[in-house]
C-alpha cells in the first residue's frame, strides 16, 4: 500500500469508525493517560507560546495550551477531528487562540514554516506509519518546524498491548495467527485484516521507541503513561481528586523505570532541539 493510500485509510478510521469514541476516550476511557501527558504539559510546555499540535484527537490538548495562552496551528489527516477541536475551542471562548488549521500528514507538513514553534505534540501520528521511512520523516519534520530549543512531546503504543487485547478477546485464535505473531514481534505492523479496531498502526518496543528521535532531539525524558494501571485506569474517574492524585503520583514515579515502560499502554517521549 502507498503512503497515500495508508493516510487515507487511517483518516477514514478516525472519520467514521472510531469519530464518536475518539472525542470521548480520553476523559471516559483512558484518565490516567489524559492526566500523565497533561502533568508534563504542565511542567515543560511553555506558556503563551506559538503550538503545532500535529494530530488533534478530541482536542482536550488543544484546549488546555490554548487555557494557557498559546497559539495553535492543528493539522491532522481527520477532517472531522479537526472540526471537532475547532468546535470545541470556539465554544470554550478560545477561537482567537487558532493561528491555522491543516489536513496534512505528520511525514509532509508542507503548511508549517520552519522554526516556527516553541512546541510540537505528535500524540497519535506516529501510531500509524508502518514504514520506518515514515516514522522518520515524521521526526524530522517535527524538527525542521521546532525553533532551537523547542520541545517536541510524541506519543507511541506499546507492541505487547495488541497481544494483551488479543489474548483477552479471541484466546482461541492463537494459533491460527501464529505466523501473523511471528511477523508482528519483528516489525510492529498491523493492519486491518488483523487488527481492525486499529487498522494501519506501528506499535513499539520503548527502546525503538527512543531511538527514532536520537538524531534530531535531546532526550528529556520518556515514560510509560499508564504504568501500572493499565487495564484499570477507569478506576480514577470515581475516586475523590486527592486520591486520584496520590495514584497518579504512584504511577507517574513507576513509569520511568522499565518495568513500568513495560507494562504501559503509550510511551511518552520528550525531546528538546539543539539549540545551535
Known amino acids: 500500500m502507498t503512503d497515500e493510500a495508508n493516510e487515507e485509510s487511517v483518516a477514514s478510521y478516525y472519520d467514521t469508525a472510531i469519530f464518536e469514541a475518539e472525542l470521548k476516550r480520553l476523559t471516559r476511557d483512558c484518565p490516567v493517560e489524559r492526566a500523565i501527558t497533561l502533568r508534563w504539559l504542565e511542567r515543560l510546555a511553555p506558556a503563551n507560546a506559538e503550538v503545532a499540535e500535529i494530530g488533534v484527537g478530541g482536542g482536550v490538548y488543544s484546549e488546555y495550551l490554548a487555557r494557557r495562552g498559546c497559539r495553535l496551528r492543528l493539522a491532522d489527516v481527520s477532517a472531522r477531528l479537526l472540526d471537532a477541536s475547532v468546535a470545541r475551542l470556539r465554544a470554550a471562548g478560545l477561537g482567537g487562540s487558532i493561528a491555522g488549521i491543516s489536513r496534512e500528514s505528520a511525514t509532509r507538513l508542507d503548511s508549517l514554516p520552519a522554526g516556527a514553534f516553541d512546541t510540537v505534540l505528535m500524540l497519535g501520528p506516529l501510531y500509524h506509519l508502518c514504514?520506518?521511512?515514515?516514522?522518520?520523516?515524521?521526526?524530522?519534520?517535527?524538527?525542521?518546524?521546532?525553533?532551537?530549543?523547542?520541545?517536541?512531546?510524541?506519543?507511541?503504543?506499546?507492541?505487547?498491548?495488541?497481544?494483551?487485547?488479543?489474548?483477552?478477546?479471541?484466546?482461541h485464535v492463537v494459533l491460527d495467527r501464529r505466523a501473523f505473531h511471528e511477523q508482528y514481534l519483528r516489525d510492529g505492523n498491523l493492519d486491518p485484516e488483523h487488527a481492525p479496531p486499529i487498522g494501519f498502526a506501528h506499535l513499539y518496543t520503548w527502546a525503538e521507541f527512543r531511538a527514532l528521535f536520537e538524531p534530531e532531539f535531546e532526550e528529556v525524558a520518556l515514560t510509560g503513561v499508564e504504568s501500572f494501571s493499565t487495564s484499570w485506569q477507569a478506576v480514577l474517574n470515581d475516586l475523590p481528586s486527592a486520591e486520584a492524585e496520590g495514584w497518579l503520583d504512584l504511577i507517574e514515579q513507576t513509569g520511568q523505570t522499565a518495568e513500568g515502560l513495560g507494562v504501559s499502554d503509550h510511551f511518552l517521549y520528550v525531546g528538546r532541539k539543539s539549540a545551535k
Not at 524530522?140 to 505487547?160: C, D, T
Open 131 to 171: 514504514a520506518v521511512q515514515a516514522r522518520r520523516a515524521a521526526v524530522a519534520e517535527a524538527a525542521r518546524i521546532l525553533k532551537p530549543g523547542g520541545l517536541l512531546f510524541a506519543a507511541g503504543i506499546n507492541r505487547l498491548s495488541y497481544l494483551r487485547d488479543f489474548l483477552r478477546l479471541f484466546p
